[in-house]
């Protein structure tokens, strides 16, 4: 993401776990840990959306880390479906142990941030483009953020506000927005900002 990005490898529950880790100039607010879409589909800690949502928290002064899941780039283990994954994301807020810290993600990598968030202690969590068609997900806790294109064409709009109408949740939608938000970016940058400030 910048030339500053440093790689770290953290043991979870399937072998070594590659992470890209970004420093907000001085000294942290806390750890924002960013999740990536579906790694059987390309899906991987260097995807635009994910570096945009790093960017937007390191612009705020919280450390942003972006690990690979499991079977992805340096990332040991194999793809499970969410549950694994969820397992990975768990070893490295255990690890890291952040006084902060804010969850945030992509697609499937949201759909997993949904399951970690009943068990994290999150003080912000951000999901965009968020997989309800493939995960069954929790309701989301209060103060929870949620971005989707209105022109997604892999999670419909319909689904997510499906997902989000019996727990009277809002939902931010980006006119003209499609799943990967292509020339939106800075859009869903400036929602996350706002949110976060």
């Not at 255990?94 to 006084?99: N, Q």
Request: glycine fraction near 10%.
């Amino acid at each position: 993401m910048r030339a500053s990005t440093r790689r770290e490898f953290i043991a979870g529950p399937a072998g070594r776990i590659e992470c890209a880790v970004d420093d907000p100039p001085g000294a942290p607010l806390g750890v924002a840990l960013i999740a990536h879409p579906h790694p059987l589909f390309g899906g991987s800690l260097d995807n635009k959306v994910v570096q945009t949502l790093a960017r937007a928290f390191l612009e705020l002064g919280w450390q942003a880390w972006r690990p690979n899941f499991r079977g992805v780039g340096a990332s040991e283990g194999v793809h499970d479906e969410g549950r694994g994954e969820r397992d990975d994301l768990a070893a490295i807020v255990a690890h890291l142990a952040p006084r902060r810290l804010a969850l945030a993600g992509f697609s499937f990598g949201a759909g997993v941030q949904a399951l970690l968030s009943q068990d994290a202690k999150a003080e912000k969590l951000v999901l965009v483009g968020v997989a309800v068609t493939r995960f069954s997900l929790p309701p989301a806790p209060k103060g929870t953020l949620v971005v989707h294109g209105e022109l997604d064409e892999t999670v419909p709009l319909s689904a997510v506000l499906d997902w989000a109408r019996p727990q009277e949740l809002p939902v931010v939608v980006v006119p003209g927005a499609e799943h990967f938000f292509h020339r939106k970016l800075n859009v869903l940058r400036d929602i996350v900002l706002a949110y976060a400030r």
